[in-house]
């Protein structure tokens, strides 16, 4: 639950219906169910048993591997990544924290509500948005501080069943309004025309890689938490895969029969939920409560997606320093928030953060944790030794060819993608910036921790992460 938590968050909820509705509606589910599940999952198998087998979070999982200190560096190359990406994430955990608070004050369905005007005053007003990103990061360390099972399990066990109710809900209310079922109907009728184009099939596969958050380094971090027995193949990869799917398609049917209902423009983009969505509330018989449901578990998920992503560095910083939890998370948080006041200060910031870090970080990160079992560890040896034992679902050797080659060729395909087809647009700068960035960052991360000693996880007497 709490890795399904983990990856189920805005990319779900706020990302996954406006991109079905650019990508033709059932044409694009289908391209993303069938990469989801020859990628993704595979991936996430064997991202969260290299935490188990290791014991240890980013850095120390390749200082384990590998047995050197530079490569090490390519641990640090995650770890930069993913608070990189928590960065602007946070700022957005703020916007759902708003909009929540503003639909249980019922401030949607008051005269003379205007969405456009709402969302460019929100936005607009500095002063406001950096302060729901420091609520939001304060939140956040006040439930990482009390740990994995005693903070995160506690509140993803609540939450993630709340807002699968909530999303429920929606749905069911949306399919009763006039014009509704046009919704569903938009979705379960594919336009197989967009499975000829080959941005079908990117958008696809970026959705899938987002949405479950592979090479992050969240499952890494998580299964170093799992004990000796437990299942991999079942919890890390098909249960992950199936609960995030679920409440990504929960997301599109809640949306679009709504959308419908109200002659909303499907292919709207990231507008639809802020502004589009927001409009019919005051449309709907009970529409306050309605907006309550909706807006709550929206702020639900990237909450709990927040603390996944946050995990990841507190959990580093607390094997490769002396610090305490509770020392961790306040550093982790400090750094997180700091560098999140630009995106929180400009949305534009956010989005170029969003387009050099989605689009060359994340793929990078995601080679360098595929390539410790492809091409270091083996996945055979991994599938035989580890990801096996005790498992509910038995992986073949059809794992090994997946983890070796197709994974890391589409991270490569992705990073060309990326580069080639923005040269000669308007995002030429941002590209070069981008390739540029992350080159440095593999260089730099390698050379400092070169000439970085070992850390209190490498040193005598050093002690496992136990039963937390």
Known sequence: MALVGAMVGAGNIWRMPFTTGQNGGGAFLVAYVLLLYLIAVPGLMAETMIGR?????????????????????????????????????????????????????????????????????????????????????????????????????????????LLVVALVAVGIRGVTLP??????????????????????????????????????????????????????????????????????????????????AFGLEPTAGSNLLFISLAEVFPELPGGAAWAAVFFVSFFFATFTSGLGITEVGVTTVSEETRLSRTGSVLAVCGTIWLFGLPSAYSSSFLGQMDFIFGSFGLPLATLSIIALVAWKFGPERARVIDLNRNAGVYVGRWWNPVIKYVIPVVMVFILGYGIVTNIGTDNQTLTIVGVALMAVLVVASMAVMSVIGDSPGDRPGATTKGGD
């Open 179 to 260: 014009g509704g079922m046009d919704g569903l109907a938009f979705v379960f009728t594919p336009d197989w025309r967009y499975l000829t184009r080959g941005s079908t099939w990117v958008a696809a596969l970026s959705q899938a890689l987002f949405s479950t958050g592979l090479g992050w380094g969240i499952a890494l971090t998580y299964g170093s938490y799992l004990g000796r027995y437990d299942d991999v193949p079942l919890g890390g990869g098909l249960f992950t895969a199936i609960g995030n799917t679920s409440i990504g398609l929960l997301a599109v049917f809640a949306t679009f029969p709504v959308v419908f």
């Open 53 to 161: 087998y290791t014991n240890n979070g980013v850095i120390g999982a390749f200082n384990q591997i590998v047995g050197s200190k530079r490569a090490r560096g390519l641990g640090l190359v995650v770890l930069v990544v993913n608070v990189a990406l928590m960065s602007y994430y946070a700022p957005i955990i703020g916007w759902a924290l708003y909009y929540a608070g503003n639909s249980v004050l019922g401030t949607f369905t008051q005269p003379g509500f205007a969405p456009q005007a709402f969302w460019d005053g929100f936005i607009s007003n500095t002063a406001l948005v950096i302060g729901m990103h420091t609520v939001t990061m304060a939140g956040l360390a006040g439930v990482l501080v009390f740990g994995i099972r005693r903070g995160i399990e506690r509140v993803v066990k609540w939450m993630i069943p």
